[in-house]
C-alpha cells in the first residue's frame, strides 16, 4: 500500500463549486504539505502543517483553505473553484527529525474547473 | 522568490553528461533536489547543506556554493532511466522543511 494517498485522482468541476481534496499518510510523519504544480512554474506551497493545531500559509494560498483532522489527514479545500485552479495538486509529508528533511509526495489529483 | 533553474530543457544520448544550475536570490541553508518522472510524483534525490557539501547519489552528484548562492546537479555517463524533470527546492532559513523550488528542468535521455 502506498505510503501517502490522495483522493480523488482525477476530479472535474465547474466554476463556483466547493471541492475537497483529501490525504491521508500511513508514514507517521508529523508535516503535511499542499502543493500545486502548473507547467513551467514548479511545485508551488499552498498551506502547510506541522502538527495537528498547526496550520500555516505557503507562497498560494488564496482561494484555498485546509483542514488537519488527524496526524494522519490533512485536506485542502477550494471554496468556489475559478479555471485559474486547475492544475496538478500533490500532498506531501515529511519527519521532523529526518535529518534529509526528504518530503514524500503523494501521486497527486489532477483538478480541472471549467 | 523563486530559485531560476537552468537550462529550462535538455535533450542527451546516453553516455553523455549534463548539468542543471538552481541560482536563488537570497541566502541558502540547505538545497534539495528531486526527479519527476512522466506521471508520476516528484522523488527525493539528495540534500546539500550550506557548506559546500557535495553529494553523490548513483552517478548524479550535486554541489552548493552558499556565496554564490546557487546550486548544480551533475548527470554523468547518463541513462535512459534518467529521464525526468529535476527540480531545486531551496531553504533559506532552516525553518522546519519548508521548500522554496523552481521551475524544473526537462531532461529527456534519447538512446
Given amino acids: 500500500d502506498a505510503d501517502v494517498t490522495q483522493t480523488p485522482r482525477n476530479r472535474i468541476t465547474k466554476t463556483g463549486k466547493r471541492i475537497m481534496l483529501e490525504c491521508s499518510q500511513t508514514k507517521g510523519h508529523d508535516r503535511m504539505y499542499w502543493y500545486r504544480q502548473d507547467p513551467g512554474l514548479g511545485l ?10 498547526d496550520i500555516n500559509k505557503g507562497e498560494i494560498s488564496d482561494g484555498y483553505s485546509v483542514s488537519r483532522q488527524a496526524q494522519a489527514k490533512f485536506s485542502l479545500s477550494l471554496e468556489s ?22 518530503q514524500f509526495f503523494g501521486p497527486g489529483t489532477r483538478l480541472t474547473v471549467l | 522568490q523563486q530559485p531560476v533553474q537552468s537550462p529550462q530543457a ?3 544520448r546516453e553516455g553523455e553528461d549534463a548539468v542543471i544550475n538552481c541560482s536563488s536570490s537570497k541566502a541558502l541553508y540547505s538545497v534539495h533536489w528531486y526527479r519527476q518522472k512522466h506521471g508520476e510524483a516528484p522523488v527525493f534525490l539528495m540534500i546539500l547543506l550550506k557548506g559546500g557539501e557535495q553529494k ?25 532511466s534518467y529521464s525526468g524533470t529535476y ?4 531553504n533559506d532559513n532552516n525553518a522546519g522543511n519548508m521548500l522554496t523550488f523552481g521551475g524544473g528542468t526537462r531532461l529527456m535521455v534519447k538512446p
Fill in chain 1, 44 to 53: 508551488r506551497l499552498i498551506y502547510y502543517s506541522f502538527d495537528v493545531k
Fill in chain 1, 81 to 102: 473553484a475559478i479555471p485559474n485552479q486547475t492544475a496538478l495538486y500533490f500532498c506531501a509529508t515529511s519527519d521532523f527529525w529526518s535529518p534529509s528533511n526528504e
Fill in chain 2, 10 to 12: 535538455v535533450i542527451l
Fill in chain 2, 56 to 80: 553523490g547519489h548513483e552517478k548524479i552528484s550535486a554541489s552548493f556554493n552558499e556565496k554564490k548562492q546557487q546550486s548544480s546537479l551533475y548527470l554523468t555517463a547518463s541513462q535512459l
Fill in chain 2, 87 to 90: 527540480f531545486c527546492g531551496t
